[in-house]
């Protein structure tokens, strides 16, 4: 599923975002804390020069990795509007487990989550 929201900036598609009430837009996530987006693209309104995303907000999509992701995958973590694996704290989402023929994902690599 996903949705258009206004973005504060114009930020690379596959970062994750949260709403800012000060702002009242979505800008990068920090944590885990409230409800999240995957950026899928991005587009400039040419008359408010303002920034519009479409948003995955349930469901499958590709974000930034904010280090290496372990084969097995694991809980999502979000720092810095990218993705880790930390299976320590609540999550909002699962990053998938290494699909076959791929490589060791690293930092700044999509990876596939279930955004929930």
Same mark, same amino acid.
């Given at each position: 599923?996903? %949705?258009?929201?206004? #973005? @504060?900036?114009? /930020? $690379?598609?596959? @970062?994750?975002?949260? /709403?800012?009430?000060?702002?009242? +837009?979505?800008?990068?996530?920090?944590?885990? *804390?409230?409800? @999240?987006? %995957?950026?899928?693209? %991005?587009?400039?309104?040419?008359?408010? =020069?303002? !920034?519009?995303?479409?948003?995955?907000?349930?469901?499958? +999509? !590709? *974000?930034?990795?904010?280090?290496?992701?372990? &084969?097995?995958?694991?809980?999502?973590?979000?720092?810095?509007?990218?993705? !880790?694996?930390? &299976?320590?704290?609540? =999550?909002?989402?699962?990053?998938?487990? #290494?699909?076959?023929? $791929?490589?060791?994902? &690293?930092?700044?690599?999509?990876?596939?989550? =279930?955004?929930?």
């Amino acid at each position: 599923m996903f %949705v258009k929201v206004k #973005l @504060l900036d114009n /930020y $690379q598609p596959g @970062l994750v975002v949260s /709403y800012s009430p000060e702002d009242a +837009s979505w800008v990068i996530a920090s944590s885990v *804390t409230s409800p @999240l987006d %995957v950026i899928e693209e %991005v587009e400039r309104d040419n008359e408010t =020069h303002e !920034y519009w995303s479409r948003c995955r907000f349930a469901g499958v +999509s !590709y *974000t930034l990795a904010d280090r290496e992701i372990p &084969n097995e995958g694991g809980k999502m973590a979000v720092l810095n509007g990218r993705v !880790y694996v930390d &299976n320590s704290i609540d =999550h909002a989402g699962i990053i998938s487990p #290494l699909p076959r023929g $791929q490589e060791i994902r &690293n930092d700044g690599e999509l990876v596939m989550v =279930h955004v929930r």
